[in-house]
Nanobody, 120 residues
């Protein structure tokens, strides 16, 4: 059974930093691209970032580029999202998601999402 368990969500001051983690199990983590997706209160889903399998290449949404860094530790089956320079637009529920292949964009499994709150 595929399981994705996020952690690290917290209240963060504007300009502050936070790191989210996602512990994966039930599949060969190193073989799949992984994504972070967020949903702000009252808004739709927004793709945040992806890291591919193999070469570990990454991509980011323009809204977080230069501030967020996605990474993975295949030995620990864990995905990370380092969020720096928090902005008022960043508060959201952040979801870790497994994609369908090493370089796919479509996600087939999602975690429950820890809330990430930026105080005003």
């Amino acid at each position: 059974e595929v399981q994705l368990v996020e952690s690290g969500g917290d209240l963060v001051q504007p300009g502050g930093s936070l790191r989210l983690s996602c512990a994966a199990s039930g599949f060969t983590f190193s073989s799949y691209a992984m994504s972070w997706i967020r949903q702000a209160p009252g808004k739709g889903l927004e793709w945040v970032s992806i890291i591919k399998s193999g070469d570990g290449s990454t991509s980011y949404a323009d809204s977080v580029k230069g501030r967020f860094t996605i990474s993975r530790d295949n030995a620990k089956n864990t995905l990370y999202l380092q969020m720096n320079s928090q902005e008022p637009a960043d508060p959201a529920v952040y979801y870790c998601a497994k994609t369908k292949c090493a370089a796919c964009l479509i996600c087939d499994y999602w975690g429950q999402g820890p809330p990430v709150i930026v105080s005003s």
